[in-house]
């Protein structure tokens, strides 16, 4: 069963989406839904120009609430179980340019 659906338009949302610290791998995903730390949530999400969807489960380690400080946007940050490194190199691979930005992201 899919939890959340993330489609994401561009590689600056991504970029902002990314969680680099989180080891292996990890993203936020935007939600307005209520969830909390150590909850196990599966996503389903298309990356920028892609037609196809991955999907992974994924453990929520980081909590955006409404309201959070410096605009960023409600939702949590999950740590990638399902495949990983996959995930991993997906993303980068896109980010390649994008990940010694400078520009604040949705979690730090």
Not at 24 to 34: D, K, N
Not at 62 to 85: C, F, H, M, Q, Y
């Amino acid at each position: 069963m899919v939890n959340l659906v993330v489609n994401f338009d561009s590689l600056h949302q991504l970029y902002r989406a990314y969680m680099p610290f989180i080891k292996p791998a990890g993203l936020f995903i935007a939600t307005s839904e209520s969830h909390y730390l150590g909850e196990s949530l599966t996503i389903s999400y298309r990356l920028p120009d892609a037609t196809q969807m991955h999907e992974f489960t994924g453990t929520v380690v980081w909590i955006n609430p409404l309201g959070a400080s410096g605009g960023r946007p409600a939702g949590v940050g999950l740590k990638i179980k399902t495949d990983p490194e996959s995930h991993k190199n997906h993303i980068e691979k896109l980010l390649s340019r994008e990940l010694a930005s400078a520009d604040l992201t949705c979690t730090m």
